[in-house]
């Protein structure tokens, strides 16, 4: 369920100008990983481009992606 992409969708359509520069990277992991909202979709969102997504994606380091791996193995491992 894509819960933050859609509350960010109905403040974009209420007028607001959503600021790429305010999200923060909690809430980029939310939308990009656990939301699975694919970078065209996001960049729509805040009016950028899709380099600009990326080259953010990129500058945590590692992907997001990665990322999520990274916290699924270790949820795994907890778990058992």
């Known amino acids: 369920m894509k819960i933050l992409y859609n509350e960010f969708k109905s403040r974009k359509m209420a007028g607001e100008k959503l600021s790429f520069e305010t999200l923060t990277d909690e809430q980029l992991f939310q939308?990009?990983?656990?939301?699975?909202?694919?970078?065209?979709?996001?960049?729509?969102?805040?009016?950028?481009?899709?380099?600009?997504?990326?080259?953010?994606?990129?500058?945590?380091?590692?992907?997001?992606?990665?990322?999520?791996?990274t916290v699924e193995k270790e949820r795994l491992s907890r778990a058992s």
């Open 31 to 69: 939308l990009y990983v656990k939301e699975n909202t694919i970078a065209p979709m996001i960049a729509d969102l805040f009016d950028i481009s899709i380099r600009q997504f990326s080259e953010r994606r990129r500058c945590l380091g590692t992907t997001l992606r990665e990322l999520a791996m």
